[in-house]
């Protein structure tokens, strides 16, 4: 059984098109994560929402929304894709606390043309 | 602000030799989580260990162990009879407080046959 999954896999666009990313935990979890993978393999966390509370929100700009209608769920809605958008997009979850580990998803590569 | 710094952007080794990689951090918080993530080419992020800095001990997952130096805010992983499906990218990263991880820029790990 898939522990985070994420949807689609893969994700290829325009620029200027408004795309989402599901993912779902089948974990228990109560806390979900939006961490983005740049070209050089940097990764930096966008967003967390504890029991559908947003709880982090780095300096991401506006067009990314993230929305949680369930404890299992955190989607990532981007408006206006820029070329600059691309990347691969991971999703975590985790009980909520320091010391609890993050779980990841299998990460959405999405590429902007 | 905590930061995480890999100095080795990328490593070889052969296969059934013990490799060791580095890490430093940097925290102003005495309560800390420590970890290693490892990244196939399959894109999965996948937990390799873990360490909490209130335990002196460090912890140990068979062939892979850390080697935790709080004063020195030191965090290396070491690799026993390495093999070649350790071939990945290895992320440390740190967490404190507010849930998000924190990752250093990443180490390519090459096991040669």
């Known amino acids: 059984d898939t522990a985070v999954s994420q949807t689609p896999k893969y994700l290829v666009t325009q620029m200027g098109n408004d795309k989402s990313i599901k993912c779902e935990q089948n974990?228990?979890?109560?806390?979900m994560y939006w961490y983005k993978q740049d070209s050089k393999k940097f990764l930096k966390i966008m967003f967390s929402y504890n029991n559908k509370e947003l709880i982090i929100n780095e300096t991401v700009p506006n067009r990314f929304s993230p929305k949680s209608p369930d404890k299992a769920h955190l989607n990532l809605h981007i408006n206006s894709l820029e070329l600059g958008d691309s990347a691969v997009y991971f999703c975590a979850s985790s009980q909520s606390g320091a010391r609890e580990t993050q779980y990841f998803g299998p990460g959405t590569r999405l590429l902007v043309l | 602000a905590q930061t995480v710094t890999q100095s080795q952007p990328e490593m070889s080794v052969q296969e059934a030799e013990t490799v060791t990689l580095s890490c430093t951090y940097d925290?102003?918080?005495?309560?800390?989580?420590l970890f290693w993530y490892k990244q196939p080419p399959s894109r999965q992020m996948i937990l390799v260990i873990r360490q909490e800095a209130y335990k002196q001990q460090n912890a140990t997952e068979n062939r892979f162990s850390v080697n935790f130096q709080k004063a020195a805010k030191s965090f290396s992983l070491k690799i026993s009879d390495s093999q070649l499906g350790d071939t990945a990218m290895y992320f440390c990263?740190?967490?404190?407080?507010?849930?998000?991880?924190?990752f250093g820029q990443g180490t390519r790990l090459t096991i040669n046959p």
């Open positions: 974990l228990g979890h109560d806390t």
């Open positions: 990263a740190s967490i404190q407080g507010a849930q998000k991880l924190v």
């Open positions: 925290t102003s918080e005495n309560n800390y989580y």
